[in-house]
T-cell receptor, first 113, second 115 residues
Framework: DQQVKQNSPSLSVQEGRISILNCDYT??????FLWYKKYPAEGPTFLIS?????DKNEDGRFTVFLNKSAKHLSLHIVPSQPGDSAVYFC????????????FGKGTKLTVNP | GAGVSQTPSNKVTEKGKYVELRCDPI?????LYWYRQSLGQGPEFLIY????????DSGLPNDRFFAVRPEGSVSTLKIQRTERGDSAVYLC?????????????FGDGTRLSIL
């Protein structure tokens, strides 16, 4: 049973436009959420995170929004750049335990020049 | 470099053989994690070390899988009697103390192929 779901396997956007990647979760015990970016043959790289007590966190071109009542989060990238082309994973964690990350299946973002 | 280092980067072996995968975490990080990523999936948790001890091994699929971290730094994931279904990318991650709001930093993984 997938506790973290990324329902879009792929997304294609034009350079300079906004990319919106979505993630849904089912476990209400999750209290911290992270986005990772992965290039082929490399490990996931941490991008941005958000605590469940917040609804928005911004870091440069990247903003993560959290809607706890809907159990939904999204990652906004604006403006999108060709170098942003990668697979993006949403992950969730319940703090106070082993802090293991529960990942979605990922969304492959392609930013076209 | 100062990142998480995993060796070998690729490992091809025959079904039934024994394999060891090594992870060298970021210096000073007490928390170390192993994940497994199959094609088209996100990484799946295997085991978590806090220092030398395995604090959570609930993700290990069966008793063919074992991991150690004897001195609290380098960790080795060991797989006995390998099966074709063990083929995957094995990822190691570390974080400073294991508190949830500290991001885990991943190595580039070991791609294991069982023939």
């Amino acid at each position: 049973d997938q506790q973290v779901k990324q329902n879009s396997p792929s997304l294609s956007v034009q350079e300079g436009r906004i990319s919106i990647l979505n993630c849904d979760y089912t476990n209400s015990m999750f209290d911290y959420f992270l986005w990772y970016k992965k290039y082929p043959a490399e490990g996931p790289t941490f991008l941005i995170s958000i605590s469940s007590i917040k609804d928005k966190n911004e870091d440069g071109r990247f903003t993560v929004f959290l809607n706890k009542s809907a159990k939904h989060l999204s990652l906004h990238i604006v403006p999108s750049q060709p170098g942003d082309s990668a697979v993006y994973f949403c992950a969730a964690v319940t703090q106070g335990g082993s802090e293991k990350l529960v990942f979605g299946k990922g969304t492959k973002l392609t930013v076209n020049p | 470099g100062a990142g998480v280092s995993q060796t070998p980067s690729n490992k091809v072996t025959e079904k039934g053989k024994y394999v060891e995968l090594r992870c060298d975490p970021i210096s000073g990080h007490t928390a170390l994690y192993w994940y497994r990523q199959s094609l088209g999936q996100g990484p799946e948790f295997l085991i978590y070390f806090q220092g030398t001890g395995a604090a959570d091994d609930s993700g290990l699929p069966n008793d063919r899988f074992f991991a150690v971290r004897p001195e609290g730094s380098v960790s080795t994931l060991k797989i006995q009697r390998t099966e074709r279904g063990d083929s995957a990318v094995y990822l190691c991650a570390s974080s400073l103390t294991g508190v949830g709001n500290q991001p885990q930093h991943f190595g580039d993984g070991t791609r294991l192929s069982i023939l």
